[in-house]
């Protein structure tokens, strides 16, 4: 079964110990009191939010560099993504050169129906490929990501799956395989159809995943200029120089749907991802980005929970020679909170329990999660901090009655 040890105010006892050691209360209680102390956040709504945006405007904001979540309204409202769908073309691009699928010399061939449909008789924004020319994948991915070019999107989505439906498929197959659990892909421009969409939680997965796991591809959004044909082009995402510390991702527009942008951003030494959707202008959509932003200077302060083997609970061992092992901390546990009320913030150990004996010393079996409401807005792997070998076929026996008479628990 799982385990759950929630930290929490509790009316005039404190929190409850369900047997830790000392030590490990008394960090816990002064854990606590730093966690309910605050001044005035607002319980997991975002400040920055444009107050006379609609009910259905969305906005995220993550710190990638401590992993910490910091502001969230309405993560899961679906939207359709108009041109920041091209950011999971480019991902199933990045992936297919790392694998060794293609090289960045492959060379794919303007069909006439990425011409047409991308190209300069579309009057859509394009990088102005020849009918019939064979162009270099790193070309067709700056056209992609510095132009915003259509055409570039179909090529690729034509030369890596044979068609845009085929290349659809490998884009919601990549949505799934990193967690996107909101989204749905129907084309690699991001056309507006009405079975595309995706949400503010799934487009900061994404951008996540392209800044991690592609960091070396990133200064392709960051690009001034790109020219091709003999076409100069300037880039084509209107955040970059508009939004202090933005250097890159993508921005968009659907029908009804207005305008988003998945933004990253370098903040005070910290990366950031930043999502906004629903807006009705782009002015609107870049004052809804530039307040979230400035809102980490604003509204939010380092705090160090746990230092590097730090216990933060116990958990219980079936059959073992000692009936519990301390659960701790590989790396600091350092996380950006809100100087304000920070009452809507609790932390929880979660691993699956009792542990069967023998258990080895550094083991990952659990983890520590910092909860705002119902967010998780940080994890870490919680490891065995002790040994313990096989009991005797008496205490043996004896976890065994327990086991099967009242399970092994511990609550709130």
Do not use: C
Not at 18 to 45: D, E, I, K, M
Not at 108 to 116: D, N, P
């Amino acid at each position: 079964m799982t385990a759950a040890v929630a930290v929490r105010k509790q009316d005039g006892a404190g929190a409850r110990h369900h047997g830790l050691p000392p030590r490990t209360v008394a960090a816990l209680l002064v854990l606590l009191l730093a966690l309910v102390a605050g001044f005035g956040f607002g319980g997991g709504t975002v400040k920055a939010q444009d107050a006379s945006a609609p009910d259905t405007s969305s906005a995220l904001l993550l710190d990638i560099t401590t992993g910490t979540l910091l502001a969230s309204r309405n993560p899961t409202v679906r939207y359709q993504p108009g041109s920041t769908a091209k950011l999971m073309t480019a991902a199933v691009v990045f992936d297919a050169l790392a694998r060794g699928e293609v090289s960045e010399d492959t060379a794919f061939t303007v069909s006439e129906h990425a011409w047409r449909s991308g190209g300069a008789p579309a009057r859509v924004t394009t990088m102005f490929a020849k009918l019939g020319s064979a162009v270099p994948v790193i070309d067709l991915l700056h056209g992609l990501i510095i132009q915003n070019a259509n055409d570039a999107a179909i090529v690729l989505a034509e030369g890596l799956a044979g068609s845009e439906a085929a290349f659809a498929a490998r884009m919601n197959d990549k949505a799934a395989e990193i967690g996107l659990t909101g989204s749905r892909f129907a084309d690699p421009t991001g056309y507006e159809v009405s079975d595309s969409y995706v949400t503010a939680r799934d487009m900061a997965r994404l951008a996540d995943y392209v800044l991690t796991r592609h960091g070396d591809r990133y200064a392709l959004f960051s690009a001034p200029d790109f020219t091709w044909n003999g076409i100069f082009q300037r880039n084509k995402n209107p955040l970059i120089g508009a939004v202090s510390g933005v250097d890159g991702l993508a921005a968009g527009f659907a029908q009804g749907a207005g305008f988003n942008a998945v933004a990253s951003a370098e903040r005070g030494g910290r990366r950031l991802i930043a999502v906004v959707a629903g807006h009705p202008g782009a002015d609107r959509r870049e004052e809804a980005l530039r307040r979230l932003l400035d809102s980490l200077e604003k509204d939010f302060e380092e705090v160090v929970l746990f230092s590097p083997g730090d216990t933060v609970t116990e958990a219980r061992v079936f059959g073992g020679s000692i009936g519990a092992v301390p659960l701790v901390v590989r790396e600091p546990v350092q996380i950006l909170l809100p100087r304000g009320n920070r009452h809507a913030y609790r932390l929880r150990a979660i691993y699956k329990g009792p542990l069967p004996a023998p258990v080895r010393r550094g083991e990952e079996v659990g983890e520590l999660r910092v909860l705002r409401d119902s967010d998780i807005v940080y994890r870490a792997p919680l490891l065995t901090g002790a040994e313990a070998g096989e009991g005797t076929l008496t205490s043996r026996a004896a976890d065994a009655v327990k086991e099967t008479l009242f399970g092994w628990w511990l609550n709130e």
